[in-house]
C-alpha cells in the first residue's frame, strides 16, 4: 500500500499581547506542521465497492474528497465509491481544512482501475473422438491481463501453458468436464468457465430383439439395438433383403426351418461399424423346405440416413 504525505496546519494560533496575531517564524511554523495521508489499496476493480481514507493528525479539519475532479459524497475523510466503468486509472484529491486557522492542505493519489476477470468462455469442440488431440481455448476480459489454468473432472490445476490446453481422451472415457480458471494478474480475482465434453464412442453391445421361435402365417417385430454416442445407424437385412432402419416386421406365410437376422450399426460420427446376428427358429419345422418369405418393414420416424 502507498502513502501520500501532505503538509497542512492544524494548531491553535498563538496570540500576542495586545489581541494580533503575531508572525511566526521558521521554527514556530515547522512545529504548526502536520502529517496527512491517503490511505487506501494502489488499485480499485471495476463493480467492487471500494473505500478511501484521508488521514491527517489534525483534531478539528474539514475534509473535502474528489475523484478525477468530481466531488464525492462521503462520511468526514472516509470515501466509499464503485467504479462502474473502466479506466486507465483515477485521481483521488482529499482537501483537509483547519477549522480555527482555515489554513488547507491538498493531497492526492493516483489509483489504478482493474476490470474483470468477465465474461469467461471455453471455445473448442463439445464433442470429441477418442484417439485425436483437440484444442480448447479460454478467453476473458480482463485488464491489465489475465493468467490462465485448467483443469478436468479428477486433475489438478495446470498453468502456466496459457489460454489454450490440448486433450487426448482415453478410451474408456465417456464424458470430461474442462474448467477453466481466468485469474487477473493483479487483483488475483479469478473466475471459472465449465465445458461439459461428450466423448464418442461404439457402436458396442450390438443386438437384435425379438422372439427365439415364430410361427407361419403370424407377424413379428424385431429391433435392433447398440451402444452409441452419438447415435447409430441401422442396416438390417433379412434373406438378402435390407432396409435401413433399426426395426422391421416379418411374416413368413410357408414351412422354413430358420431365419437369419442381420443388423450392422454404424457411429454417425466416427464412421465405426459393428454387426449382430440372429437365428430365428419355425415353431414345428422339421425339415428345410422351399417357402416364401413375406417381410413388412418399419422405418421409424426420427431415422436419418
Known amino acids: 500500500m502507498m502513502y501520500v504525505f501532505i503538509d497542512c496546519i492544524g494548531l491553535q494560533p498563538i496570540l500576542s499581547t495586545d489581541g494580533e496575531n503575531p ?16 490511505v487506501s489499496p494502489d488499485y480499485v476493480t471495476v463493480g467492487v465497492p471500494s473505500s478511501i481514507e484521508c488521514d491527517c493528525n489534525c483534531l478539528e479539519c ?12 462521503g462520511q468526514g475523510n472516509a470515501l466509499a465509491f464503485t467504479v462502474n466503468s473502466w479506466v486507465e486509472a483515477l485521481t483521488v484529491t482529499c482537501t483537509s481544512t483547519n477549522d480555527n486557522t482555515k489554513l488547507t492542505a491538498t493531497t492526492t493519489k493516483q489509483l489504478q482501475v482493474l476490470a474483470g476477470p468477465t465474461n469467461v468462455s471455453i471455445t473448442g469442440p463439445d464433442l470429441i473422438n477418442t484417439t485425436v ?5 479460454c478467453h476473458a476480459y480482463c485488464r491489465p491481463s489475465c493468467t490462465y489454468a485448467w483443469k478436468t473432472d479428477t486433475s489438478p490445476w495446470i498453468g502456466g501453458q496459457g489460454n489454450v490446453i490440448s486433450i487426448t481422451p482415453q478410451e474408456m472415457d465417456t ?6 480458471k481466468a485469474t487477473n494478474s493483479v487483483s488475483r ?12 464412442y461404439g457402436p458396442s453391445e450390438v443386438q437384435i430383439q425379438g422372439p427365439d421361435t415364430i410361427e407361419i402365417a403370424e407377424k413379428y417385430e424385431f429391433v435392433c439395438t447398440a451402444e452409441c454416442l452419438p447415435s447409430c445407424r441401422y442396416v438390417m437385412t433379412v434373406d438378402n ?14 414351412s422354413l426351418k430358420s431365419v437369419t437376422l442381420k443388423c450392422e450399426a454404424q457411429n454417425t460420427a466416427s464412421k ?4 449382430a446376428f440372429k437365428t430365428v427358429q419355425m415353431a414345428g419345422s422339421a425339415h428345410n423346405l422351399s417357402a416364401v418369405l413375406l417381410l413388412t418393414f418399419i422405418i421409424p420416424a426420427a431415422f436419418t440416413v
Open 62 to 73: 474539514t475534509y473535502t474528497m474528489s475523484l478525477d475532479g468530481q466531488s464525492a459524497q
Open 189 to 200: 480475482l479469478f473466475v471459472t468457465a465449465t465445458l461439459n465434453i461428450a466423448i464418442m
Open 175 to 180: 464424458s470430461k468436464r474442462l474448467i477453466c
Open 133 to 137: 488431440s483437440h484444442t480448447y481455448s
Open 241 to 254: 433383403q435390407t432396409v435401413r432402419g433399426n426395426v422391421i416386421e416379418m411374416t413368413v406365410d410357408r
Open 272 to 275: 465405426k461399424t459393428a454387426t
Open 23 to 38: 508572525e511566526l517564524d521558521d521554527n514556530s511554523k515547522e512545529r504548526l506542521k502536520i502529517k496527512c495521508m491517503i
